[in-house]
């Protein structure tokens, strides 16, 4: 009972604390039970998508020839496989959505393959039964809207497919956007390969119309339980050679990942985040507690000569501050409604499905549960300064403060007066502050990583392509490896600056593991090496860390690469990408050709675009037997714009959140180490008041402190970002392939959250000040 | 003729506790001459301090008027009443009441650079002047925690005239030290008065109340007797004692 009274007063005599601790609780539930639940909403999201679509296990696209009876028969014979379906598509290289051409692999299909759901007008779910579509009509994906500019429903889609009777004719097909689809399997902006399903008599027409090239079969395979998708893929190489004979293999398992990296991306991220945010609240917990215990010191002396034993004291500090924690965690639920909200919309761009907006509530009443069990067990070690208090010594004066001198003391000058004075304010008790200066440090530091991270993603700085071709010519069948050097004599002399690549990308097998390969020439222009140098010899590959922890292989190592006619390649050095989430090689265009005997496609990126023109016609009447195909890009490629964008605005929202959080966490720390302050030294107040310094300037005084105090921690978390940021970020980012972050710390780097701190920490200790202005000099009157 | 510094008219003050209204001052007349030594005097309770702090602008009166230079400081903005604390009016507290984290020096220079019109150089050399004065030079760069009651009143008589002050306000400025520094402190007082500094002291020690060329008698909120007296000086030390002690014992002390 008399428990239950001492924190009722206790409450009512610290509701600033409380209120704080309260706020600082619910800035923690509210970020972990928007990203945990965000996470999980877009988990049950793809797997429901993955039921009512039927994902297969295994997903093939082949050429009809490569889908012979060999192959039908190697994958059914497969005592792992338990079924095979396969539906015929047609294939497009040339495709264009509101005039801007696609870099995505396009397959086609009729609608009634009934592997999609249409979303309904306001984008939130989707039509139970949506109209046949009528000729002229398609669907495309729904994260095609947010990739391309201007996509809307009306829009117009246009294809360029060779035609059977004369490959070297494209035939054009356009057609309207009736409406957008979720598609499980593919649908996703990260996906390289879209799906469009157009009305059946269009695809008739198509499919009978398109040269044999651009007929297609997506053989969706389905695994008997228990069998691992690496087994069966490696059996199938060795019975039909599947690999070389598709154009893409990919499992249920890994479109699913694809569909949610960004999203466990995101949350590495926020948890270590939230991390730091449970560190900042100890510290500020930790620094509340034992100066509440110092101020009240002759409080507590009072109640243990009155028979309260240390730990009853304890219990209350225990029980007001688990109270508090408790009433933020649920309202950090409550909050995280919206938020989620907010978080579904965003990602539903990139998933391309319908996103749900459910709290995962059982997980995250848990999560709090334990984040709440750890504060107590930090309150539990701060209250140990109660066994301390002795009865006598509290009543007889109690334990007052003492100002040392310090060796940091600098003179106070006559200007500024109100920085000095903060400034020795802050020396005079510099010990008192550590924890404040470790919190604004951790922010800092914190903050500096999200910039790096934010300013290695954004721009397409870590995407692979470092071209945009404005002539992409599809060689044909009469192209030899010697050609590529023609090629590129004939663009040079009209463009000496022109950039000239062959390269193609497919899956193959580097010491019998499938691996996406991209192969280029020269290396260079697709990727910059980390360690060693990329290859430029025919025998050479260059392997990702992933890769090279995956195989145990390293630098100067040789390996098996192809199936059948498998070659040995030496590894001359590391690069690193976000295709294939960092399982992929890379090798010279030579490489591939001495493997495969396949020819890759010429990209030319032109240093005018004036010049385009007369490059081609070059081509043309130089090679024009060389030539399978050819299209002109007379703008940049609004495409990797697309995915650049929506990355960057994925990064600028992960800055202004963290930002944000950042800055409030810094206002509720602020205000409730300031109360504090401004409790222990309201004497001292009254004193310079009596001086004759106005609130005004005292307040100033307060502000310059902690602003002070701030740029101390600053440089703390400045140093630590230089040490620390790489290595963190290296960590998050090896989930998606990047395994080295250059940690550009630029001044800015250091200047934009160091000056946001200070600043926020300047206002708020102003603001938290007020109370000065309620100080009358009277209360240093003993009458 | 005597040139008045300060004048209260109707000067009332109450406070409200548990909802009954105390008056502590109630329609006191006073006024303070300048180069006095004034002494205000009285049983505990009788309202001199708050008296002190209503007339030195430190707290506000519930009524009345406090002129000051044709101004009434009852009415004066914090801004104001800030300018008239560090340029006019100079405060000793009983307690020293000396900024726990700055050094002797920088106690006695902080007021002084409020003082936007001298420059730095001028605050830190009157500062020292001031503690050499005090007899503290020595031990200036100490904080306060590491001098003695005696040496930090002397400090805090420094740093209440670093600005000139036309008027020196002490609240019990020996109420809080022993016999020894008592005396050094009341020297001190003397001699600044001695030297044309107006001062209004509050207390309760007669040896103090000595030192006065006036003092003032109040009881319950009202002034109820005023004696003027001559300069001090050591040796009219016995007869002022026994002049004093009868007026003294006339007001009921």
């Not at chain 1, 046949?132 to 809207?145: D, P, Q, T």
């Not at chain 1, 039909?240 to 249920?252: P, Q």
């Not at chain 1, 940690?743 to 926020?760: D, G, L, R």
Request: net charge negative; proline share 2%; with cysteine.
């Amino acid at each position: 009972m008399e428990i239950i009274r001492l924190l009722k007063a206790n409450i009512r005599h610290k509701k600033g604390a409380f209120k704080s601790i309260a706020a600082l609780m619910a800035i923690i539930v509210l970020s972990f039970t928007g990203t945990i639940s965000n996470n999980d909403n877009i988990d049950r999201t793809i797997k429901e998508g993955q039921i009512w679509s039927d994902v297969p296990d295994m997903t093939v696209f082949m050429e009809m020839n490569g889908f012979d009876d060999e192959t039908v028969s190697a994958i059914n014979n497969n005592p792992d496989v338990a079924g095979l379906e396969a539906v015929n598509c047609v294939m497009s290289r040339n495709s264009f959505i509101s005039g801007q051409e696609t870099y995505q692999a396009t397959y086609i299909y009729p609608e009634s393959y009934d592997v999609y759901r249409v979303f309904n007008e306001s984008m939130t779910g989707y039509i139970e039964d949506p109209e046949l579509l009528k000729e002229g009509e398609i669907y495309i994906a729904y994260s095609l809207r947010g990739l391309y500019d201007n996509v809307e429903i009306g829009s117009e889609v246009r294809f360029e497919i060779p035609s059977a009777a004369d490959p070297m004719v494209n035939d054009t097909y356009s057609l309207k956007v009736k409406g957008f689809i979720a598609d499980p399997n593919f649908g996703a902006a990260i996906i390289g390969t879209k799906r469009y399903f157009v009305s059946e008599a269009d695809f008739e027409k198509m499919y009978g119309a398109v040269h044999k090239s651009r007929s297609v079969v997506e053989a969706g395979i389905s695994f008997n339980d228990g069998a691992d998708y690496l087994q069966v893929k490696k059996a199938l190489n060795e019975s039909c050679n599947i690999t070389e004979k598709s154009m893409l293999i990919i499992s249920e398992k890994e479109t699913g990942d694809y569909t949610k990296l960004y999203s466990d991306t995101g949350s590495g991220i926020v948890v270590a985040f939230v991390i730091l945010l449970i560190v900042i609240a100890i510290i500020t917990m930790y620094h509340s507690i034992t100066t509440s215990i110092e101020m009240e010191y002759i409080n507590l002396g009072i109640l243990k000569a009155q028979g309260f034993t240390s730990w009853k004291i304890r219990l209350v500090y225990i029980l007001q501050y688990v109270a508090a924690e408790i009433i933020g965690a649920v309202v950090g639920l409550i909050l995280s409604v919206p938020v989620l909200f907010m978080l579904g919309t965003l990602f539903q761009s990139i998933t391309g499905l319908a996103t749900v907006h459910r709290i995962s509530l059982l997980k995250c009443v848990i999560l709090s549960l334990g984040v709440i069990a750890v504060c107590v067990v930090f309150v539990i070690t701060a209250t140990l300064k109660v066994t301390k208090i002795s009865p006598v010594r509290a009543i007889s004066g109690g334990k007052s403060e003492v100002h040392f001198d310090s060796r940091i003391n600098v003179p106070v000058k006559a200007k500024p007066l109100a920085f000095f004075m903060g400034l020795r304010q802050f020396t005079s008790r510099a010990k008192s502050y550590i924890g404040i200066i470790l919190i604004a440090g951790l922010l800092i530091y914190f903050l500096m990583s999200i910039i790096v991270l934010s300013d290695r993603l954004s721009g397409g700085k870590f995407m692979s392509g470092m071209i945009y071709p404005n002539i992409t010519v599809i060689t044909s069948d009469e192209f030899r490896i010697t050609d590529m050097e023609k090629f590129e004599k004939t663009v040079c002399e009209i463009d000496g600056e022109a950039k000239v690549m062959f390269n193609s990308t497919e899956y193959m097998l580097m010491d019998d593991v499938e691996l996406f390969c991209d192969a280029a020439t020269p290396v260079e222009l697709m990727y910059q090496p980390l360690e060693g140098r990329m290859p430029v010899y025919d025998n050479e590959v260059a392997i990702t860390e992933i890769v090279a922890d995956e195989l145990g292989k390293k630098i100067g190592d040789t390996v098996m690469v192809g199936g059948e006619n498998a070659k040995e390649f030496l590894i001359t050095g590391y690069y690193q990408s976000l295709s294939e989430l960092g399982r992929t090689f890379t090798m010279t265009a030579e490489g591939r050709y001495r493997v495969t005997g396949k020819i890759s496609n010429c990209y030319i990126e032109v240093s005018d675009l004036n010049l385009i023109d007369k490059i081609s016609e070059a081509l043309d009447e130089k090679h024009s037997s060389l030539i399978g195909a050819k299209t002109l890009q007379r703008e940049r490629d609004s495409s990797a714009d697309g995915m650049i964008q929506m990355i960057d605005g994925i990064c600028a929202v992960l800055v202004i959140v963290v930002f944000g959080i950042s800055i409030a966490f810094s206002a509720v720390v602020i205000n409730m180490v300031c109360a504090k302050a401004f409790t222990k030294e309201r004497v001292d107040t009254g004193i310079l008041k009596s001086l004759g310094f106005t609130s005004q300037e005292l307040r100033l005084q307060f502000s310059f402190r902690f602003m002070i105090i701030s740029a101390v921690g600053a440089l703390a978390g400045g140093i630590a970002s230089v040490l620390f940021t790489k290595p963190l970020l290296g960590l998050l980012l090896r989930i998606v392939g990047l395994t080295r972050i250059e940690s550009s710390i630029t001044p800015a780097t250091f200047i934009v959250p160091s000056a946001a701190i200070c600043a926020s920490f300047f206002i708020f200790a102003y603001i938290a000040a007020r109370k000065i202005n309620t100080v009358e000099v009277r209360e240093l009157i003993s009458d | 003729m005597k040139n008045t510094i300060l004048s209260a008219k109707g000067l009332c003050k109450s406070f409200a506790h548990n909802g009954v209204q105390n008056h502590i001052l109630s329609n006191l007349d006073i006024e303070i001459y300048e180069g006095d030594f004034t002494v205000v005097m009285g049983a505990s309770g009788s309202g001199k301090s708050t008296l002190l702090y209503a007339l030195s602008g430190m707290d506000r009166a519930t009524g009345g008027t406090v002129s000051y230079g044709g101004e009434d400081i009852v009415k004066l903005s914090e801004k104001k009443l800030a300018q008239l604390r560090h340029k006019d009016f100079g405060f000793i507290f009983q307690q020293m009441h000396l900024v726990s984290n700055l050094t002797l020096f920088e106690n006695v220079a902080v007021p002084g650079y409020l003082n936007k019109t001298v420059s730095a150089e001028s605050v830190n050399k009157r500062a020292d002047e001031l503690l050499e004065k005090m007899g503290i030079a020595q031990i200036k760069t100490q904080l306060p925690s590491q001098c003695s009651g005696g040496e930090q009143q002397r400090c805090a008589i420094a740093r209440a005239v670093i600005n000139e002050p036309k008027l020196l306000f002490a609240d019990e400025p020996t109420g809080a030290l022993n016999r020894k520094n008592t005396t050094e402190v009341l020297n001190l007082l003397t001699a600044l008065n001695n030297s044309g500094q107006s001062i209004l002291m509050v207390t309760h020690d007669s040896r103090a109340a000595l030192r006065a060329t006036r003092i003032i008698y109040i009881a319950d909120g009202a002034v109820i007797g005023d004696l003027d007296l001559p300069k001090y000086t050591p040796e009219s030390e016995k007869s002022r004692e026994t002049q004093v002690n009868a007026w003294l014992s006339s007001m009921e002390w």
